[in-house]
């Protein structure tokens, strides 16, 4: 079963092209003439899809790049906080990629205090008890907030993976990304499920 999106026309092979790899599904079809099936994507494998496309629709403000300066580009960095649920498969998803020319980077962290300097931030389950509190120490940092967390729009984070019809999808909460000074792109915001645009 692919994922579904509804985009408009001159946008289709734009978004195929990235989201060509986030395909997911959890039914085993038997292979015909006893034929093996090709190895279907795991949960983490397509949100890491997920993460390494999410900063081509947002503008972050004052992005620094370093087109026309001759500098090198500073890394685009996406950061798991808590206990890492992608082992390689965000690595893989990153390696090579650039956004604006900014090479696109994982890193690792322990704690929010922690998160200067990243893009993304993907908070994960294993944080879910202090989620109130990462979001606070966050405050309107220009860091774009990720997770699987059931409760995570409603308790402030801006874009939650969830499953609708055996597929990985997300909800977009619109205002914590604006109090942020984060501007998502239209085209993200018709992928979403849900879009919350209060508080």
Known sequence: MTLLVSIGHRDRGFFRAILAGVILTFSCVPAAHGQAQPARPTEYEVKAAYLSNFGRFVKWPQASDAQGSGEPAEPFTICILGAD???????????????????????????????????????????????????????????????????????????????????????????????????????????????????
């Open 85 to 199: 649920p992608f082992g390689p498969a965000l690595d893989r998803a990153l390696a090579g990629e650039t956004i604006n020319r900014s090479p696109m980077v994982s890193k690792r962290i322990s704690k929010v205090q922690d998160s200067a300097g990243c893009r993304i931030l993907f908070i994960a389950a294993s944080e879910s008890k202090q989620l109130k509190s990462v979001i606070t120490d966050l405050g309107n940092a220009n860091i774009l907030t990720v997770s699987d967390d059931p409760q995570f729009t409603r308790r402030g984070g801006m874009i939650q993976f969830v499953f609708e019809d055996n597929r990985v999808r997300f909800e977009v909460n619109l205002a914590a990304a604006q109090r942020a000074k984060l501007a998502l792109s239209s085209e993200l915001i018709k992928l979403a499920t849900a879009v919350r645009r209060a508080p």
